[in-house]
């Protein structure tokens, strides 16, 4: 009976996964985002690129759109409604970094009208907006910074603290007049580690009407390696017992097929010198992430709802969490 409840649950329910960093040059990450049954996905197109590599990369994805009948481009709340009815999968535009824009804020605008809905302030290291999670000095936002969230806010482009770090994210948030995101991380407080984030700011984050998709990758899980989907569930039930269930949602941070190439890009400092000092040694000795065993793919997304069902979460809440939260988040954003 609850095996039939998360399965009706899971295919009525708008499924979106708040990140995923897979090949998309990869076949097989499309088929396992349609078996999956998955609506929408915010999907990083940059990490470290500058503003030319990301037209490119956006260019990139103009190409996809017109020649995979499965994905369609996401510029609108009504444009992931609309891929729902069509059994397509919607892809939401996003950056990890705010490097594309370089030094011009008139950029954002640009990147905007391409259809880029999220961009991260920072990506693990200090760029022009601030700092990330790995950066040494943990200061807060820059006068660019500030004005760039207030530009975004404006444009409606949803704001990401995810690999941000600790003083910009409370700054973000402070000078954010918009909800803020934290697309794909954990607490604190459940694993601590640089690339999780403090209860203060996730409060915070809740409070000023966000959401925080909890993240599977196991280096940012306390169970490691180890985890299985009861551990994920484990992260979400944290998250949802310190921001509350309208305020949690799903960010798998998925990698499928992503080369060893890119591992040492991302991993790089400023996209350049490798290895840089934040180097996850769990992921790097695997040149991979690892995920939760059994919940490592696109197409393992519906055993979450019966994960959710089996932990005791009524109807309601696996809806908000399979991807309610995120819907009402990008209503309110965008």
Not at 56 to 76: H, L, N, P, Y
Not at 92 to 102: D, H, K, M
Request: hydrophobic residues 40%; negative net charge.
């Amino acid at each position: 009976m609850a095996e039939d409840t998360a399965e009706r649950l899971y295919r009525d329910a708008i499924v979106v996964d708040g990140l995923n960093v897979s090949n998309w040059d990869s076949d097989a990450v499309f088929r396992s985002l349609a078996n999956g049954g998955v609506t929408a996905i915010n999907a990083t197109i940059a990490t470290w690129e500058n503003f030319r590599e990301t037209l490119d990369a956006v260019a990139g994805w103009t190409k996809r759109f017109s020649q995979r009948d499965e994905i369609v481009q996401v510029r609108s709340v009504e444009d992931v409604e609309a891929a729902k009815r069509d059994g397509r999968v919607g892809v939401i535009l996003g950056f990890q970094n705010a490097t594309p824009i370089e030094n011009d804020l008139g950029r954002l605008e640009i990147f905007h009208r391409l259809g880029v809905k999220i961009i991260q302030v920072t990506f693990h290291e200090r760029n022009l907006l601030g700092d990330g999670c790995y950066e040494r000095a943990g200061g807060g936002l820059s006068n660019f910074g500030v004005d760039a969230v207030k530009e975004m806010n404006r444009l409606g482009i949803l704001v990401d603290l995810s690999h941000v770090g600790v003083r910009t994210t409370l700054d973000a948030i402070e000078m954010s007049e918009k909800p803020v995101a934290c697309t794909h991380a954990n607490a604190k407080s459940y694993h601590d580690v640089p690339r999780n984030k403090t209860d203060e700011a996730l409060k915070l984050i809740a409070e000023g009407g966000g959401v925080v998709g909890p993240t599977a990758i196991t280096g940012f899980m306390r169970t490691g390696e180890e985890s299985t989907l009861t551990d994920y569930v484990d992260a979400i039930d944290h998250m949802v017992e310190l921001i509350g269930i309208d305020h949690v949602g799903i960010g798998t941070d998925f990698t499928q097929d992503i080369p060893w190439s890119f591992w040492k890009y991302i991993g790089s400092q400023q996209g350049t010198k490798y290895p840089a000092t934040f180097v996850d040694p769990e992921v790097y000795r695997h040149k991979q992430a690892r995920y939760p065993k059994g919940f490592e793919t696109p197409d393992d997304l519906p055993k979450l709802a019966a994960a959710l069902v089996d932990r005791g979460y009524g109807p309601e809440d696996v809806v908000k969490v399979l991807g309610g939260n995120w819907m009402r988040l990008f209503r309110e954003v965008w």
